[in-house]
């Protein structure tokens, strides 16, 4: 029997997400010997324990790139950089929910504790490099979200999109795990380098057992980013969780899931003709760019407007996807289209460092605008509304900039950082993500997002102007003050606004991420 | 060993269960039977494992069905849950009427 | 025809006429007992693959404690069959075309694999002996799947948490 030979430098990739779960059992354990009224503190510990994970993350990310745990995982920067932001994602998530569950009386070391398990999940979702491995972090990631967006018992909203996101996310994780069936069938193997080598000679025998697999975990994973037309149901599932797990999925499943959708496809593309992988990105990019920003523009209600926005946006990154997988010598390339690669200059430069670096910075600027945004929401929803339609109409923005002038201004800056208007760190992120697509050749579809981006800004803007220009209801609500929601916020508004301008050391950290296992 | 069924049958058997699992979450109403027809999706990726595990004479279809089986179990669980919660807040599990939210 | 063949096609048949009760029937727990019936015609399949340790778990969790779940919940919830059991509107209509689109093309796949009339590895005794037993899997399991097998530890915690947080009553 051969024992395996583990040692600590195998489980230098599993530490950030070692550190959140002992975090969480810490936190499960508080609730049964620390049960006090004021349980504030288990959001200081949720928040520490992720910074903590983020740290050794970031000291992660300066290794090189190589498998570990015998090929089940792999530690690579962009693996690792994308749990210091899943882990910023989680630090911001965990404060919002101090305010937001001590509104309702609903503080428990549970939730904090199913937050720091589903950011593990995305942790170690995003350097699996095995199907089964996988499938079970992508499970740990979902069955904790399930939780968190089923957790507050008020009104029937919770329950319906909590049961929503779990038929959905059970439906594509059966996609998913059916693809990688056949694709074992066609490699005999499960693990993505082994995939990988068999796969030339696999497609040269069986192509048609090859596609099969590739489009259904093709479709699996589109399911998990909420790509057109895979989004149904992901409005009502983002309108009906409670405010800050809706920020936690928008930013961080989100992010996780494009990581692992990266990997899988470097090995899978491997041998198959490079204009099917390219040509399914494209599309399933330009679907999700234009009918995000559509379907989001007849929205009065801010929170599912925001939903609308962030399919819009996933669309942006497998833009960012697109271009990775754009084929390296174009034929045809005079012609300019949506779903051709033009080179610019003769021949194809090597984008996937920029692409890697487009990617990261983005899911950074969506990560804090999105947690900033959600948190405000969240700060102006009433206890009583639970019930009600119109908990996050616009008209709960009208006159904010006279009643709370620092508020209002910080969600506008949330809204231009979405909406990439400069000098925000939205803006920044879309100048990096798209300018790595033009240098791939990608001009037909970079002027479609450019397009759709400009249709988005639209919608932003109708809540500032409705902050800004809109007198105040005699009914207004005031935002509900915590302590812990305003620290959020802060740094939140002051990270949108101060990556803009500055990014100073962050672009050159992230391009280290162009070494990615496997590419 | 001519005898044998050919790994084809076997798979064409995995793909009408994948396929009907797939009608029935397209179809039917009762939210419990939706979870059923999903089981019946895993099922048809667990047979698929093992039928290529036998073509190939190794063991990782089998041990990746394990793995399925277990994370299936613990989906179960929570799913179940769910559900209820759905029940308890609303009377009814039928998938038409859980629509509050408007689109 | 040999006795594989046979036992093929009884499991077969009764596989698919099963999972047919599960997305036909009306009755919620007759569709929970097609799909027990669904499980045992499946094991019975996996015995034929040889994976003898994947049929005996499938009747114990899958057959036993996932649809004790399911008749337990079934019973708590005590509904009332009323309606249509199915709907139809223009995107599921779109949906079962898809469908049925996909299974003909896995079918079309399926068929067009090389035929092997006999498995070329079968020859090799000492492969078969252990092929599929529990000591050979669990072997494998503890050395080369330890990181899967840690990380179903975590899942199994996540999902406990998470039920029972879903299932308290009031938050």
């Known amino acids: ?519 | 060993m001519s005898h044998t069924v050919p790994t084809a049958n076997y798979l064409i058997l995995a793909a009408v269960l994948f396929c009907m699992g797939m009608l029935g979450v397209l179809l039917r109403r009762n939210a419990l039977v939706v979870f059923m027809c999903i089981e019946l999706m895993l099922n048809a990726a667990n047979l698929t494992f093992l039928a290529f595990a036998r073509e190939r004479g190794d063991s990782i279809g089998h041990l990746s069905a394990f793995f399925i089986i277990a994370v299936a179990a613990a989906e179960a669980a929570v799913g179940l849950a769910i559900v209820i919660a759905v029940f308890r807040s609303r009377g009814t599990v039928n998938i038409e009427e859980i629509q509050s939210m408007k689109h | 025809m040999s006795a594989e063949q046979v036992l093929f096609w009884v499991f077969a048949v009764a596989t698919v006429v099963a999972a047919g009760g599960v997305i036909l029937a009306r009755n919620p727990i007759a569709c929970a007992m097609s799909l027990v019936a669904t499980f045992f015609f499946l094991a019975g399949i996996y015995v034929l693959l040889w994976a003898h340790t994947i049929a005996a778990v499938q009747v114990l969790v899958y057959a036993g404690a996932i649809m004790v779940l399911f008749l337990f919940v079934l019973m708590l919830m005590s509904l009332s069959d009323q309606g249509p059991v199915m709907t139809f509107s223009a995107w599921r209509i779109a949906g079962v075309v898809a469908v049925v689109t996909v299974l003909a093309a896995l079918v079309l796949v399926f068929r067009r694999l090389p035929a092997q009339e006999s498995l070329a590895w079968s020859g090799d005794a000492a492969r078969l002996g252990d092929f599929g037993t529990i000591k050979h899997l669990g072997a494998v399991m503890y050395t080369q799947w330890l990181f899967p097998f840690e990380a179903v530890s975590l899942l199994l915690l996540v999902a406990i948490v998470g039920a029972v947080v879903v299932a308290k009553a009031r938050v």
């Open chain 1, 1 to 519: 029997m051969n024992i395996p030979h583990l040692t600590f430098q195998d489980l230098l990739p599993v530490a950030p997400a070692g550190v959140l779960v002992v975090g969480a059992i810490v936190l499960l354990l508080s609730e049964v010997f620390l049960s006090t009224a004021q349980r504030t503190y288990q959001a200081v510990i949720g928040t520490l324990t992720a910074l903590l994970a983020g740290a050794v993350a970031m000291n992660n990310a300066f290794e090189p790139a190589r498998a570990a745990l015998q090929g089940y995982v792999v530690l690579d920067p962009f693996s690792q950089w994308m749990t210091v932001l899943v882990c910023l994602g989680t630090a911001l998530a965990s404060l919002l929910s101090a305010g937001f569950l001590n509104h309702r009386n609903a503080e428990r070391g549970e939730f904090y504790a199913l937050i720091l398990f589903s950011a593990a999940g995305m942790s170690l979702l995003a350097m699996s490099a095995e199907f089964i491995t996988l499938f079970i972090n992508l499970e740990v990631l979902s069955i904790s979200t399930y939780a968190l967006t089923a957790f507050l018992r008020r009104g029937p909203r919770p329950a319906e999109a909590g049961f929503k996101y779990f038929i959905l996310g059970a439906f594509s994780a059966s996609l998913l795990l059916y693809g990688a069936a056949l694709l074992y069938g066609a490699t005999g193997s499960t693990r993505f380098l082994d995939v990988g080598l068999a796969l030339p000679q696999a497609f040269a025998q069986q192509p048609g057992l090859v596609y099969a697999g590739f489009g259904l975990v093709l479709a699996g994973f589109a399911f998990k980013v909420a790509a057109v037309p895979f989004h149904m149901w992901t409005p009502d599932v983002y309108e009906g969780a409670p405010t800050p797990v809706t920020a936690l999925m928008s930013a961080g499943v989100k992010a996780a899931a494009v990581v692992a959708l990266v990997r899988t496809f470097l090995f899978l593309v491997k041998g198959l003709s490079p204009e099917v992988p390219f040509i399914a990105f494209s599309a399933l990019a330009l679907l999700s760019m234009v009918g995000g920003n559509l379907l989001a523009l007849p929205q009065r209600n801010v929170k599912r407007m925001l939903a609308y926005s962030s399919i819009a946006h996933a669309g942006y990154l497998l833009l960012g996807v697109a271009a990775l997988f754009a084929p390296a010598t174009a034929k045809g390339s005079d012609a300019v289209g949506l779903f051709t690669a033009t080179p610019l200059l003769g021949s194809m430069p090597n984008v996937a460092a920029s692409v890697y670096k487009g990617l990261l910075f983005y899911l950074l600027g969506y990560t804090v605008t999105a947690l900033g945004a959600f948190g405000t929401i969240a700060a102006l929803e009433r206890r009583e509304d639970e019930t009600r339609s119109n908990t996050w109409d616009l008209e709960r923005f009208a006159g904010l900039a006279q009643r709370k002038p620092g508020w209002a201004a910080a969600m506008a800056a949330f809204m231009l950082s979405l909406g990439g208007v400069p000098p925000t760190v939205g803006f920044l992120g879309k100048l990096y993500l798209f300018g790595a697509a033009v240098d791939a050749g990608l001009l037909g579809l970079a002027v479609a997002g450019v397009l759709a981006s400009v249709a988005g800004v639209y919608v932003y803007l109708r809540v500032v102007v409705y902050m800004y220009m809109r007198p105040a209801p005699a009914d207004a609500p005031a935002p509900f003050r915590h302590w812990t929601t305003e620290v959020a916020l802060i740094a939140s508004a002051v990270a949108v606004v101060a990556l803009g301008v500055l990014p100073g050391p962050v672009t050159e950290w992230f391009s280290r991420a162009g070494m990615v296992f496997g590419s």
